[in-house]
């Protein structure tokens, strides 16, 4: 079967266009014109969605423009427009398309541009991701404070030169301490994957500064910030790194620690979003 073609494979495209589009497409299918507030849902974080307002519409990702079919058959994304208790609209994004999956980075920040062109002035990126503090634990969350993107690639084209300082906005995290003072914080480092990270290499990101190994969010805060959106980032640390745990990284063991710790962190998340 063919894959359905996405417009933001043809390289003339314009990617704001494309997610100027997929705006109006949330729009027409959710019938919810503008969002306050985007929130992009990794392993671990599925739940929130469910605890933070009345869920307004839910769409499959597919029906919107530039969103990808599903790489592997089976699970397809969805965006939820939920309206909250104080009576702002949440746009939930369940549908992330990673960066090892070889569709390039235009694919990979399009919801976050998306979610940008519906209206939306804040950005939750949320993701699972290894612990290379030996301190941290299976299950824990920890709020991402800076990021290193080691994936030697870029959402922005051409020269445009956004400024990063303060990507993480101090004025969210200090927003999120308050409802749980217990957070760490800690900088997230972006490997290209799918592999885990070798021994060593969690070493070299520990050496250079970072305490969060990952495959998602750094590439999308840089488009969140170019889109003018302030982001919080929160990680949920379901393995310790390579070398850091002396047991193999598996894949399932990644998922039982989300499973396990989703009920706790959906719910600190939802108070977060109802505080922002
Ligand atoms: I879940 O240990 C999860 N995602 N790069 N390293 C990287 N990504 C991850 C890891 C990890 N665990």
Avoid at 94 to 119: I, K, L, Q
Avoid at 199 to 208: C, D, H
């Amino acid at each position: 079967m063919a894959e359905p073609s996405n417009p933001l494979d043809d390289p003339t495209a314009d990617p704001f266009e494309v997610a100027a589009a997929a705006a109006a497409d949330i729009a027409r299918l959710t019938g919810v014109d503008h969002h306050d507030i985007a929130l992009t849902l990794g392993s671990g974080w599925g739940r929130a969605a469910d605890l933070i307002g009345e869920t307004v519409a839910t769409i499959p990702a597919p029906e919107v423009t530039g969103f990808s079919r599903p790489a592997l058959e089976g699970h397809v994304g969805t965006l939820r427009s939920i309206r909250t208790p104080r009576g702002r609209n949440v746009l939930v994004i369940g549908a992330r398309t990673h960066y090892y999956e070889g569709h390039g980075v235009r694919r990979v920040v399009h919801s976050v541009r998306t979610a940008a062109a519906t209206g939306a002035a804040t950005m939750v990126l949320t993701n699972g991701a290894g612990g290379i503090r030996h301190t941290w634990r299976p299950g824990q969350p920890v709020l991402i404070s800076d990021h290193i993107n080691l994936t030697a690639d870029s959402p922005l084209e051409g020269a445009t030169f956004v400024d990063l300082t303060d990507l993480y906005a101090r004025r969210l995290r200090d927003l999120a301490l308050r409802i749980d003072p217990s957070l760490e914080e800690g900088v997230y480092c972006q490997f290209r994957g799918p592999q885990y990270e070798t021994p060593a290499e969690v070493q070299m990101a520990k050496t250079i500064g970072g305490h969060i190994v990952g495959m998602s969010t750094a590439l999308e805060a840089i488009a969140a910030r170019q889109a003018g959106m302030e982001i919080l980032g929160m990680s949920l640390i379901t393995n310790l790194a390579a070398g850091i745990q002396t047991t193999p990284l598996s894949h399932a063991e990644v998922i039982e620690a989300g499973r396990e710790a989703e009920p706790r962190i959906s719910a600190l998340l939802a108070k977060i979003v109802e505080a922002l």
